[in-house]
């Protein structure tokens, strides 16, 4: 019989899992990272201005994920002491919250029907939901290439990073990474507000990224083979300003056979990106559909490497 250990290694992870591949992220439910958001926004009204925003910033950037973290073992170890399967729901629920790949497609799906259903103006406004970048000259061409790109970058930033540091610290380690991700979302920009105040999040996201972009990239190719796309990878991946974000959306472009990058406006300033990829074709709603499955097919065989990887720590330490 399979004993309590091997649960509590292998429910809160496969529940997780099925309740972010049923549900995604119901917005009538409170959310750690919204809680991240608030604190991260009171903060930085607080303290990013007058002297000192870098070495300030750069505190926010340390203890906001540390105590996240222990928040969250904190909670995990209550649980523990109270009753295994209490601390099995309590991780199971931490792991739905730590995924985003479903609510990831589904806002991506969202743009898209909207630009079709709705014309270019209504998909500019929904897209500027998701992204970053200045939507307002945007065509439709651009739109669904903004989606893919976003699709790409945030499969590792929303699935394969959290699982990556959930296998290595659990939960509480996957709820620090989510606080450093939330941070760099927020604050991690090269404008005049957020350059000082900003860097040190953005340096940690780099930082903590760098490994699992890499294995976004290598799944992706794995889950979607075609002719020639590791070589694909190598010559485009260090063809983004990001270290990390050129990986997976050469991955994507590379499976989809089509062209991401180019010019845009973040905040106001005007950023040059190296083009990934030589085939500028038109892309539509079938290549949407390919990469929400590529997006499926990544989530799963990721879980089932961590699921492999506990089991073996567990079968030679446990």
């Known amino acids: 019989m399979m004993d309590?250990?091997?649960?509590?290694?292998?429910?809160?992870l496969t529940a997780g899992y099925i309740l972010d591949l049923i549900f995604g992220d119901p917005r009538n439910l409170p959310h750690p990272v919204v809680l991240f958001g608030n604190g991260i926004a009171w903060i930085e009204r607080k303290w990013n201005k007058g002297k000192y925003r870098r070495f300030k910033g750069c505190v926010v950037a340390i203890l906001f994920p540390l105590l996240a973290g222990s928040v969250a073992w904190i909670i995990g170890w209550v649980a523990g002491k109270w009753n295994i399967w209490f601390y099995d729901l309590i991780a199971a629920v931490f792991v739905f919250y730590g995924l985003a790949n479903r609510s990831l497609i589904q806002e991506g799906g969202e743009v898209i029907r909207t630009l079709e259903n709705r014309g270019l103006e209504a998909g500019r406004?929904?897209?500027?939901?998701?992204?970053?970048?200045?939507?307002?000259?945007?065509?439709?061409?651009?739109?669904?290439?903004?989606?893919?790109?976003?699709?790409?970058?945030?499969?590792?930033?929303?699935?394969?990073?959290?699982l990556f540091y959930y296998a290595i610290g659990g939960f509480p380690a996957m709820m620090?990474?989510?606080?450093?991700?939330?941070?760099?979302?927020?604050?991690g920009y090269r404008d005049e507000r957020y350059r000082e105040f900003g860097c040190c999040a953005a340096r940690l996201d780099d930082v903590l990224n760098y490994i699992p972009a890499r294995l976004t990239a290598l799944f992706m190719a794995i889950v979607a083979w075609r002719p020639g796309i590791f070589g694909f990878i190598?010559?485009?991946?260090?063809?983004?300003?990001?270290?990390?974000?050129?990986?997976?959306?050469?991955?994507?472009?590379?499976?989809l056979n089509c062209r991401f990058g180019g010019t845009h406006v973040y905040h106001g300033l005007l950023v040059e990106k190296p083009y990934i990829g030589d085939n500028g074709r038109e892309v539509?709603?079938?290549?949407?559909?390919?990469a929400a499955r590529v997006n499926q097919g990544v989530t799963l065989l990721t879980v089932v490497l961590v699921l492999?990887?506990?089991?073996?720590?567990?079968?030679?330490?446990?």
């Not at 309590?4 to 809160?12: Q, S, T, Y």
């Not at 620090?176 to 604050?187: E, G, P, Q, R």
């Not at 492999?308 to 446990?318: E, T």
């Open 4 to 12: 309590m250990e091997w649960i509590m290694v292998l429910l809160p």
């Open 125 to 162: 406004k929904r897209l500027s939901w998701i992204v970053g970048r200045d939507t307002s000259e945007l065509s439709s061409k651009e739109i669904y290439t903004a989606v893919l790109e976003t699709m790409a970058e945030n499969l590792s930033d929303g699935v394969v990073a959290p």
């Open 176 to 187: 620090a990474y989510k606080m450093v991700n939330t941070l760099d979302s927020m604050i």
């Open 234 to 255: 190598r010559r485009y991946g260090r063809q983004h300003a990001s270290p990390n974000s050129g990986y997976p959306e050469s991955a994507m472009a590379g499976i």
């Open 284 to 290: 539509g709603y079938e290549d949407f559909r390919k």
């Open 308 to 318: 492999g990887a506990d089991i073996m720590v567990y079968s030679l330490f446990g």
